[in-house]
């Protein structure tokens, strides 16, 4: 999803632009995604100006580019069981309002007027009418399609060309292909590592894998994307080991996704019997009506974590033409159209023409600075 933002607006900059994938669009960590587009988990700084610019940029972009991707402009409602965790979400809320965050208290006793079916005795929750959902494999797609990028899939970057100064000229590819330019932009997501070592850089990325479990299709049951209070500290927690809070969205096509597990046992596959179980008692306490649904199926990917929890955005300092756009943990889809723009506007030599100022610079704080 990153890499087709930037191709897309790096396009719109009057760009040429060519896509290499190793396998197909949204083979990854997108095509494993929710597709959420959130401001309600993120706290007042650089990550929050992203989203907030995301959060214009995909209400901007082309009435049928949305809908290819099924964007819904859903709202989020982020619930409480007790009162101290409701008073904890009433100072997050409060901190992000004066940064152009739009967030509503509701109590206990109305909760079932936003959604029917949650269950009864919660504290009260907080509506996020900004945050809102795509199918983020129809989102990859129609933005590359849309882009008018040239396209080559099941083509392996294994080197990065440079020139005698040590600047980039283009990559390799496993079948000995060269592809030549002035610019790579690495938006391999959880790989993004790996592709800075071949530029003999470093860029820490870690995956961090999380499970979805997907029901049977269901009449329309849940209006918004619902969400217990503790999954904001989970996305901003350092640990390794598994940490689940429920999540849970219906979608177009009927099936209800329910979330969200972390974490760090590297690329690791192997169905985990306890996240699925967690995730599935926690989703039937938030909504009692699921406890007797069944599940079609589950799904992993791997979010792509750096250690300070802000994406990769922008040139590395010691490799002259390569700019990283990766690293955006489990808000890559919502983030994608920012980091996009912003992209196009180092490759244009315009990193800050247009509103909103998002401090960009600040973005790359891990990458050592040239000497």
């Known amino acids: 999803m990153i890499g087709s933002a930037c191709a897309y607006y790096a396009c719109r900059a009057g760009l040429s632009v060519t896509v290499l994938d190793r396998g197909p669009v949204a083979g990854g960590t997108t095509g494993a995604g929710e597709g959420n587009l959130l401001v309600s988990d993120k706290a007042p700084g650089p990550e929050l100006e992203l989203a907030l610019l995301s959060h214009r940029l995909w209400h901007e972009l082309p009435r049928a580019l949305r809908a290819g991707a099924e964007f819904e402009p859903k709202g989020g409602l982020v619930v409480a069981s007790d009162v101290t965790g409701l008073e904890a979400l009433r100072h997050f809320a409060q901190d992000q309002t004066g940064w152009g965050v739009a967030a509503h208290e509701v109590p206990g006793d109305r909760l079932h007027d936003l959604e029917p079916h949650l269950a009864g005795g919660l504290a009260g929750a907080f509506h996020y009418p900004q945050d809102a959902q795509v199918q983020p494999a129809l989102a990859a797609a129609a933005m590359l399609r849309a882009s008018g990028a040239v396209l080559r899939l099941g083509e392996e970057v294994t080197a990065l060309l440079t020139g005698p100064d040590g600047?980039?000229?283009?990559?390799?590819?496993?079948?000995?292909?060269e592809v030549h330019a002035p610019h790579v932009v690495n938006a391999a997501g959880a790989w993004g590592g790996t592709l800075a070592r071949l530029a003999g850089t470093d860029l820490p990325v870690l995956p961090r894998r999380g499970f979805v479990l997907v029901t049977e299709p269901l009449p329309p049951l849940i209006r918004h994307k619902v969400y217990a209070a503790d999954y904001v500290a989970d996305v901003a927690s350092d640990s390794a080991t598994l940490q689940t809070s429920p999540v849970?969205?219906?979608t177009p096509a009927g099936p209800v996704l329910i979330g969200a597990s972390r974490?760090?046992?590297?690329?690791?596959?192997?169905?985990?019997?306890?996240?699925?179980?967690r995730?599935?008692?926690?989703?039937?306490?938030l909504f009692p009506v699921l406890a007797g649904v069944r599940v079609m199926r589950a799904y992993t990917g791997f979010r792509p974590y750096l250690p300070d929890h802000l994406p990769a955005i922008g040139p590395d300092p010691r490799v002259p033409g390569l700019l990283h756009a990766c690293g955006h943990e489990g808000a890559g889809i919502g983030l994608a159209p920012a980091t996009g723009l912003l992209i196009s506007r180092f490759l244009t030599g315009r990193p800050r023409d247009g509103p909103p100022p998002v401090p960009a610079g600040t973005l790359l704080p891990r990458l050592p600075r040239a000497p």
């Open 167 to 177: 600047s980039v000229r283009g990559v390799r590819t496993a079948s000995g292909a």
């Open 248 to 250: 849970v969205e219906g």
């Open 279 to 285: 995730l599935a008692a926690g989703a039937a306490r």
């Open 263 to 277: 974490e760090r046992v590297g690329f690791d596959r192997t169905l985990s019997t306890e996240a699925l179980g």
